[in-house]
């Protein structure tokens, strides 16, 4: 079982099984089933926030309810590197729920997507030491003042 901490200071358990999958795909249609053959899926969750929040609530909800937490409160108490935390203990409850030779595979998804985020926050990181996000922003500015100017002239 993985656990995951809000930014209330209060520690969710995640256990994925078949009633959770079940659960997940007759509330929310989503089979969680398809992650072995759509390996974006991984992705595709980690990068829906609502989304995340919204399962991860269903899988917790009979603790929500013993401490008394409605789901907006879940939700706002998920931010920042909370939620973070709450991926992966959600995709790391995913992967456990599968067979072993099925695990490998969505573990090398996850570590393939992983290895594909770090190398975008390298070259956003980058883009913003050169100055470049901030000259093109600027370009993309001036394009939009001359389109105004054109519009209030003709």
């Not at 079982?1 to 809000?6: L, P, S, T």
């Not at 999958?21 to 926030?49: C, E, F």
Request: charged share 30%; proline share 1%.
């Amino acid at each position: 079982m993985h656990a995951f901490v809000d930014n209330q200071t209060r520690t969710w358990k995640i256990r994925i099984d078949v009633n959770a999958i079940r659960l997940l795909r007759t509330q929310l249609g989503i089979d969680l089933n398809q992650v072995l053959h759509d390996k974006s899926m991984i992705r595709d969750i980690a990068n829906d926030v609502v989304q995340l929040v919204d399962m991860l609530y269903l899988l917790v909800k009979e603790q929500c309810d013993a401490q008394q937490v409605t789901a907006e409160s879940f939700g706002a108490a998920l931010v920042g590197e909370a939620i973070e935390e709450a991926s992966e203990a959600f995709i790391k409850a995913l992967i456990d729920f599968f067979p072993q030779s099925r695990r490998r595979v969505l573990q090398a998804a996850l570590e393939a997507a992983k290895e594909g985020q770090t190398l975008v926050m390298e070259k956003i990181d980058q883009a913003i030491e050169k100055g470049l996000m901030k000259r093109q922003l600027q370009k993309d500015l001036a394009s939009i003042d001359e389109k105004i100017d054109e519009a209030l002239n003709s």
